[in-house]
């Protein structure tokens, strides 16, 4: 990814989402615009290593699903917004960098997805159920990324291939939906 793309991404995605953050959550946040670089090289580092692990030419470019993991895992481990508190009243870990980069990551994906020649725009994601019917899934989702990142088992792979299957059941969604209009 070129600076320029990333300005785009940092100016348009992650400024706003974070600053909602923020606003929503102002005693217990603070958002650190000053690592902006380390987002933009800890992308460039996730995304070169998993080209020359995974792909079989390394020169080639990263699909739609994981240039946004590897995009989600860069935000979450530059940790762009500092908790001043550490836990709800609940005892439950926030999760305000997860939920950044989980929002990021998914506009960048819809990004892909509204400006391909093959797919249908999309104008937001659908999520499956929880078992649990107090939770939504990118709850679960940030949790799940806190948790593997805190015993650094995170995995631009396993990251890619959920957004795969968000990306599938939306568009599965989607249909259903228009089924049921006819």
Not at 18 to 41: C, G, L
Not at 102 to 119: A, F, I, T, W
Not at 134 to 143: A, G, M, T
Request: glycine share 2%; hydrophobic share 35%.
């Amino acid at each position: 990814m070129t600076i320029e793309e990333f300005d785009i991404i940092w100016n348009e995605g992650i400024i706003p989402e974070a600053q909602e953050i923020v606003d929503a959550y102002e005693s217990i946040v603070e958002f650190h615009q000053e690592s902006k670089m380390q987002v933009f090289d800890r992308y460039n580092e996730i995304n070169q290593r998993c080209k020359k692990n995974f792909m079989h030419d390394n020169l080639g470019l990263l699909d739609r699903h994981k240039v946004s993991a590897a995009l989600i895992l860069a935000i979450c481990e530059t940790r762009l917004l500092y908790n001043k508190q550490k836990k709800d009243s609940d005892g439950k870990e926030y999760v305000f960098n997860e939920r950044l980069a989980l929002s990021v990551g998914l506009q960048v994906l819809k990004g892909y997805l509204n400006n391909s020649d093959d797919k249908e725009n999309v104008d937001e994601f659908y999520f499956p159920p929880t078992n649990n019917e107090n939770e939504i899934y990118q709850d679960v989702f940030c949790r799940l990324l806190r948790f593997d990142l805190a015993y650094n088992q995170a995995s631009i792979l396993a990251i890619a291939n959920i957004l795969y299957f968000v990306e599938n059941y939306t568009y599965q969604r989607i249909e259903l939906l228009k089924y049921k209009k006819d």
